[in-house]
């Protein structure tokens, strides 16, 4: 059950890649934050690199005008993956990252409400079956070829990033000490404009209805997929098996449907049944159901950040 030490290591409770370090990881605590700084929080595969690609859209005229040939991991590279060893204190203002992080290992001076989060989510099934198809395609993760046994390791937690479950209920549990926007994966798949402008509206940036609409345009999935830049396919050998996949590879909501048996998706609903009495939040199964708010625990003045829960 015990995830492998080749590709993973333990920090304070949480599961990291190998290609960082404990130091580096140790390091991020102290890290100094400017006010103008943005990050990018998510458990992996809940629209990380889309939402990049959106922040970059928003924030660099060159990028929306394709103007500037620059890879999208230089223009919001990875906090705690620093793989291209960039100086984060030589960035240009405002500087944004990305990071898989849980909310206690974030540089301390978040909590001081400097500096902006954007924290997306995604339904976990979704997760789940995105994750095990893209542990196939990046060399650096643990490939697990029997799903059930993927599954099991998921819900137990024994994976990179941990807990699914805790990541969210770390974040939507401490909404106050942030300055924090949440996002859904399965809102902004159903009116990216609206996204694109709540973005806009937390980091105080004006765009014109012209710039609106280009950032939409060409952050659609299906736009990104085709874009090099956007779809990190030029991420080196070591890293990706460009003969296995993609690293953007459908983006659609409900595809755990696809490959989950009844079965499975039944002890899936056992777990998360269970852990969801904890969790403030709605999960959007599929785009056609209806929704039903299983909890709300955030204040009345938070309850903008919950999203829907499917019952099956």
């Given at each position: 059950?015990?995830?492998?030490?080749?590709?993973?290591?333990?920090?304070?409770?949480?599961?990291?890649?190998?290609?960082?370090?404990?130091?580096?990881?140790?390091?991020?605590?102290?890290?100094?934050?400017?006010?103008?700084?943005?990050?990018?929080?998510?458990?992996?595969?809940?629209?990380?690199?889309?939402?990049?690609?959106?922040?970059?859209?928003?924030?660099?005229?060159?990028?929306?005008?394709?103007?500037?040939?620059?890879?999208?991991?230089?223009?919001?590279?990875?906090?705690?993956?620093?793989?291209?060893?960039?100086?984060?204190?030589?960035?240009?203002?405002?500087?944004?990252?990305?990071?898989?992080l849980p909310y206690y290992l974030?540089?301390?001076?978040?909590?001081?409400?400097?500096?902006?989060?954007?924290?997306?989510?995604?339904?976990?099934?979704?997760?789940?079956?995105?994750?095990?198809?893209?542990?196939?395609?990046?060399?650096?993760?643990?490939?697990?070829?029997?799903?059930?046994?993927?599954?099991?390791?998921?819900?137990?937690?024994?994976?990179?990033?941990?807990?699914?479950?805790?990541?969210?209920?770390?974040?939507?549990?401490?909404?106050?000490?942030?300055?924090?926007?949440?996002?859904?994966?399965?809102?902004?798949?159903?009116?990216?404009?609206?996204?694109?402008?709540?973005?806009?509206?937390?980091?105080?940036?004006?765009?014109?209805?012209?710039?609106?609409?280009?950032?939409?345009?060409?952050?659609?999935?299906?736009?990104?997929?085709?874009?090099?830049?956007?779809?990190?396919?030029?991420?080196?050998?070591?890293?990706?098996?460009?003969?296995?996949?993609?690293?953007?590879?459908?983006?659609?909501?409900?595809?755990?449907?696809?490959?989950?048996?009844?079965?499975?998706?039944?002890?899936?609903?056992?777990?998360?049944?269970?852990?969801?009495?904890?969790?403030?939040i709605k999960i959007t199964w599929?785009?056609?159901?209806?929704?039903?708010?299983?909890?709300?625990?955030?204040?009345?003045?938070?309850?903008?950040?919950?999203?829907?829960?499917?019952?099956?």
């Amino acid at each position: 059950m015990e995830p492998s030490k080749e590709f993973v290591f333990k920090y304070k409770g949480f599961y990291f890649g190998v290609n960082t370090s404990v130091e580096h990881v140790a390091s991020l605590e102290n890290f100094e934050i400017k006010d103008s700084d943005i990050f990018i929080a998510t458990y992996p595969k809940s629209g990380t690199v889309w939402t990049q690609n959106i922040l970059s859209l928003i924030l660099h005229e060159g990028h929306r005008n394709g103007t500037e040939d620059m890879e999208l991991m230089d223009r919001i590279p990875w906090l705690e993956y620093n793989i291209k060893n960039i100086d984060f204190t030589s960035l240009p203002v405002p500087r944004a990252f990305a990071t898989h992080l849980p909310y206690y290992l974030l540089p301390r001076d978040l909590r001081n409400k400097k500096g902006r989060i954007i924290y997306v989510t995604r339904n976990p099934k979704d997760v789940l079956v995105s994750y095990y198809h893209f542990s196939k395609f990046i060399i650096t993760l643990e490939e697990v070829p029997d799903f059930n046994i993927f599954m099991e390791r998921f819900l137990a937690g024994k994976v990179l990033a941990s807990s699914w479950f805790d990541h969210v209920a770390g974040w939507y549990g401490h909404v106050e000490d942030f300055n924090i926007l949440f996002l859904t994966y399965e809102d902004m798949k159903k009116d990216l404009r609206s996204a694109v402008l709540k973005i806009c509206n937390f980091l105080g940036k004006k765009l014109s209805e012209e710039e609106i609409e280009s950032v939409v345009r060409q952050a659609t999935f299906e736009n990104m997929k085709k874009d090099p830049r956007a779809n990190y396919e030029n991420l080196p050998d070591d890293i990706a098996d460009k003969n296995k996949g993609r690293f953007l590879r459908k983006g659609t909501v409900g595809d755990w449907k696809n490959m989950m048996t009844v079965a499975q998706s039944e002890r899936f609903d056992e777990v998360l049944n269970e852990k969801i009495k904890t969790l403030p939040i709605k999960i959007t199964w599929d785009m056609n159901s209806e929704t039903h708010q299983l909890h709300s625990l955030l204040p009345k003045t938070s309850l903008l950040f919950s999203f829907s829960i499917h019952l099956l």
